[in-house]
Nanobody
């Protein structure tokens, strides 16, 4: 089993910044893609950004130029630096990771419990 624990959410004013972190633990041989998703009130969950093990990144158009995703493979962590935050960034943010427990194990997808980000004046 793999566990993902997010941290760093909170209340911030428009234009402000926040850094989200996610740490993976448990039966991990290797982690592949990692990502951040969010679910705003009355909306479906959407991809915010993801990053491959090799560091290739992908961003939703709505956050390009404002958010930066990074990871540390040795520590099994992924981070999301958010700046120039807008009220429409308010959502619960979820960490996601694809991992294998051994070289012959199937890949599993794990989700964190979510962390609330509220952008409001």
């Amino acid at each position: 089993q793999v566990q993902l624990v997010e941290s760093g959410g909170g209340l911030v004013q428009p234009g402000g910044s926040l850094r989200l972190s996610c740490a993976a633990s448990g039966r991990i041989f290797m982690i592949g893609d990692m990502g951040w998703y969010r679910r705003a009130p009355r909306k479906q969950r959407e991809l915010v950004a993801n990053i491959t093990r090799g560091g290739v990144t992908n961003y939703a158009d709505s956050v390009k130029g404002r958010f930066t995703i990074s990871r540390n493979n040795a520590e099994n962590t992924v981070h999301l630096e958010m700046s120039s935050l807008k009220t429409e960034d308010t959502a619960v943010y979820y960490c996601n990771a694809e991992s294998i427990a051994s070289p012959i194990s199937p890949e599993i997808v794990t989700w964190g419990q979510g962390t609330q980000v509220t952008v409001s004046s």
